[in-house]
């Protein structure tokens, strides 16, 4: 699996849009860097931002750059690679890393309003959003769990969306996310297994262009549950899940005990899997190859991708934030948006 496949460059025309994220966090450095050392061969994005700040924290972090302030997508184009484009959205306070000052919520939700609205209006090819720092937007209104539901409500998605990571070696799909582990047992349930599998492998048609997807469900307990004598969540929960999920029509497997599904010659069999709660998804695919993960939400009418980690408050501005997992998302995010615009266009 690669993000580097030759169709991205259908979608050269409309560049991809990227949120400020938390301003005290690494979200504005490992833009700086990502345009720094690979502009000419990433696909063109778009910044909204404060330009003056972005200047500032590249120079500050050791890689001063041109910085355009543009006031649409067109001219970010026109820019790139010469120029890092920002679409300005202004800080009601200076940004200090490693410092999170809530009056700064409102900037960090208008920049992601604005790409929101530019991928929606088709003037973006898609969006990335920088980590942000949910508990400083709370009282400016940022009224969702994350970026996931807030997207959600923005776009009128249809159904639940959908977290994906994806890495050069394994893709993941959690059931439960952002749970304790004894919620997330409690609460697992047979539909939302079905949902995740089924949005899964539509978006492994359409957008990483698998013809038949292949998936595989991870079991819940140790060893699948041993007959029931380690838990009964397999037999009731999850393989009726994979009941439903073969009748539509999918090439599904499992429930598998999790100890045995992440080694080479398990991800051979699969395309992506489906696990029941975050760190059985995320602790195989880190370890794989932590940099290169990125997160997708499915189940969008956009498409958004996402560095797979936080905002890193404690090494921000010192110019040791790795800016591989960002450059991974713009990358996929073009690739994406490039098979979507494909897959729509009549032959």
Request: glycine share 6%.
């Amino acid at each position: 699996m690669t993000f580097d496949d030759p169709v991205s460059g259908s979608s050269s025309q409309r560049p991809i849009a990227v949120t400020m994220g938390e301003p005290a966090g690494i979200g504005g450095e490992i833009t700086c860097l990502a345009w720094a050392r690979h502009s000419r061969e990433l696909p063109p994005f778009v910044l909204i931002d404060d330009p003056d700040r972005i200047a500032n924290l590249a120079a500050t972090v050791g890689h001063p750059i041109n910085v355009k302030a543009v006031s649409n997508a067109k001219e970010a184009v026109a820019v790139w690679p010469n120029a890092l484009p920002v679409i300005p959205v202004s800080l009601n306070a200076p940004a200090e890393p490693g410092r999170i000052n809530p009056e700064n919520a409102p900037a960090v939700i208008a920049s992601l309003d604005r790409a929101i609205a530019l991928a929606t209006n088709g003037e973006v090819a898609g969006l990335v959003t920088n980590p942000i720092q949910k508990s400083a937007l709370y009282a400016a209104g940022f009224d969702a769990p994350g970026h996931t539901e807030y997207l959600a409500k923005a776009t009128q998605a249809s159904g639940a969306p959908v977290m994906m990571l994806a890495g050069p070696e394994l893709r993941v799909v959690p059931v439960t996310i952002h749970s304790s582990l004894a919620d997330a047992a409690r609460d697992l349930r047979t539909e939302d297994i079905v949902h995740c599998a089924l949005v899964a492998a539509e978006a492994l048609r359409r957008d990483f262009a698998i013809t038949q997807p292949r998936l595989a469900i991870a079991a819940l307990n140790p060893h699948a549950g041993e007959d029931g004598a380690l838990g009964t969540e397999e037999a009731t929960v999850i393989a009726p899940a994979v009941v439903a999920i073969r009748a539509a029509g999918i090439e599904v497997s499992g429930p598998a005990a999790a100890d045995t599904m992440f080694h080479p010659e398990a991800r051979q069999t699969y395309d992506a899997a489906i696990c029941m709660y975050h760190d059985q998804a995320l602790i195989p695919l880190k370890m794989l190859d932590f940099h290169r993960s990125v997160n997708i939400t499915l189940g969008l009418p956009i498409v958004r991708t996402s560095p797979d980690h936080g905002t890193a408050l404690g090494i921000a501005g010192a110019g040791r934030a790795n800016p591989t997992s960002f450059i991974e998302a713009v990358k996929l995010a073009s690739l994406l948006a490039a098979r979507r615009q494909a897959s729509a266009t009549p032959a």
